[in-house]
């Protein structure tokens, strides 16, 4: 069945440390998405990017690394330079095609400081 | 992206009765798309909307994008407990990301 899958589910870090977020997606997406929401909130893009090799921040790009080495894999690091981090994060995939295309979504991943 | 203002923020409605959550920006959008969290869950897309004027229903759905693509609004019929959740509206001025509104938060009281 295809998808995105984020892991873990939930996080926590330990102040100035850095951790990674997986996502992965089999649905042969060439576009990848970070967001982050916070309570009551909306999203906020953080970095994506539309090919292998290549990525652009997004609003709230600081604080935060990505890599796309793979088309399947988009992980996103929180650097300790990102003084709060605690958040939900979301991973998001779109298909290739003309226009507009619906965003997919991954489970996300809870992410709280200790 | 393209700055938008969804209101209201909250929503408690009594089952069965009518909810609408609306979503306005000061420029012209190109399209909008809207998606439905449910409490815990991850967002998922509901509907596109990309021309002036445009209505498009989904059984009890209904989603409309202004004459002027200024703004969009999504109401539901005769609400059930099923619809509890999250409606976001998001806006696109370019094709490679979108701008999601804050969201209204809708609560159906049996």
């Known amino acids: 069945d295809g998808g995105i899958t984020q892991s873990p589910k939930y996080l926590f870090r330990k102040e100035g440390q850095n951790v990674t977020l997986s996502c992965e997606q089999n649905?042969?997406?060439?576009?990848m998405y970070w967001y982050r929401q916070d309570p009551g909130q909306g999203l906020r893009l953080i970095y994506y990017?539309?090919?292998?090799?290549?990525?652009q921040k997004g609003d709230i790009a600081e604080g935060y690394s990505v890599s796309r080495e793979k088309k399947e894999s988009f992980p996103l690091t929180v650097t300790s330079a990102q003084k709060n981090p605690t958040a939900f994060y979301l991973c998001?995939?779109?298909?290739?095609?003309?226009?507009?295309?619906?965003?997919?979504f991954g489970d996300g991943t809870r992410l709280s400081i200790l | 992206g393209q700055q938008v203002m969804q209101i209201p923020q909250y929503q408690h409605v009594q089952e069965g009765e009518d909810f609408t959550t609306y979503c306005n920006s000061s420029?012209?959008?190109?399209?909008i798309q809207w998606y439905k969290q449910r409490p815990g869950g991850h967002p998922v897309f509901l509907i596109q909307?990309?021309?002036?004027?445009e209505v498009k229903k989904q059984k009890r759905l209904t989603f409309q994008f202004g004459e002027a693509k200024k703004n969009s609004s999504l109401h539901i019929t005769a609400t059930q407990t099923t619809d509890v959740g999250t409606y976001f509206c998001?806006?696109?001025?370019?094709?490679?990301?979108?701008?999601f509104g804050s969201g209204t938060q809708l609560t159906v009281l049996p």
């Open positions: 990017s539309q090919i292998v090799n290549d990525f």
């Open positions: 420029t012209t959008l190109s399209n």
């Open positions: 649905l042969n997406h060439d576009a």
């Open positions: 998001a995939s779109k298909p290739p095609g003309v226009g507009n295309q619906p965003q997919h």
């Open positions: 909307l990309v021309k002036s004027g």
């Open positions: 998001a806006p696109s001025g370019s094709a490679r990301q979108l701008t």
